[in-house]
């Protein structure tokens, strides 16, 4: 079956410091999203891409956030410098389309800053 | 932004109960997807509804598009333990941003 991958699962790192999460999607899907999910909440759309073009980057800090998608297929989410809130699932999720919303979500990126 | 009411935040059952849960909001919505995510891992879609009214099943689960498009349902019928989890509602707003609205999860906790 087929699925989305992302890596590493878990991340310590320390504030000020970079970090950068990777993420393969579903083969065949032009859609790629990245959420975050901070605990006991639900998740929350960072940036979207439709083939290697972001569509929505709305919700993501510019500031020190990024995220590419090269050749339109896997997709690199990094933050430079990590802040302590920055603490939170990073989750990566892929469609068949633009118009298809159901997402299908990888296992996530454990994200701890200290 | 817009917000999902999930409710209730959490549910503890005996085994072999049935459960339900829902997802309410002032806005319309013209997609509803329920998803149940276990611990530190990411969400699995469950069921996945288009137009109001509609009723999905998925094995056990059943899930309803309200006709007032502001709401959906979902139902577990005899919960058995690998239910456990966080059922998420995610909804598709009928204006604007085409992105998903998650609500803040249903947890739902099982006695054997």
């Known amino acids: 079956e087929a699925e989305v991958a992302q890596s590493p699962r878990y991340k310590i790192t320390e504030k000020s410091q970079a970090v950068a999460f990777w993420c393969d999607p579903i083969?065949?899907?032009?859609?790629l999203y990245w959420y975050r999910q901070i605990l006991g909440q639900g998740p929350e759309l960072l940036v979207q891409?439709?083939?290697?073009?972001?569509?929505?980057d709305s919700q993501l800090p510019k500031d020190r956030f990024s995220a590419e998608r090269l050749k339109g297929v896997d997709s690199t989410l990094k933050i430079q410098p990590a802040e302590l809130g920055d603490s939170a699932m990073y989750l990566c999720?892929?469609?068949?389309?633009?118009?298809?919303?159901?997402?299908?979500f990888g296992p996530g990126t454990r994200l701890t800053v200290t | 932004g817009q917000q999902l009411n999930q409710s209730p935040q959490s549910m503890f059952i005996q085994e072999g109960e049935d459960v339900s849960m829902n997802c309410t909001s002032s806005s319309i919505f013209n997609t509803w997807l329920w998803y149940k995510q276990d611990p530190g891992e990411g969400p699995v879609l469950l069921i996945a509804l288009y137009k109001a009214g509609e009723l999905t099943s998925n094995g056990r689960l059943t899930a309803q598009f309200g006709i007032t498009r502001k709401d959906s349902f979902l139902n577990i019928s005899a919960s058995i333990p690998s239910d456990v989890g966080i059922y998420f509602c995610?909804?598709?707003?009928?204006?604007?941003?085409?992105?998903?609205?998650f609500g803040q999860g249903t947890r739902l906790t099982i006695n054997p």
């Open positions: 999720a892929s469609s068949l389309v633009r118009a298809s919303y159901e997402q299908y």
């Open positions: 083969s065949g899907h032009a859609t």
């Open positions: 995610a909804g598709r707003l009928i204006q604007g941003a085409q992105k998903l609205v």
């Open positions: 891409f439709q083939d290697e073009s972001v569509v929505d």
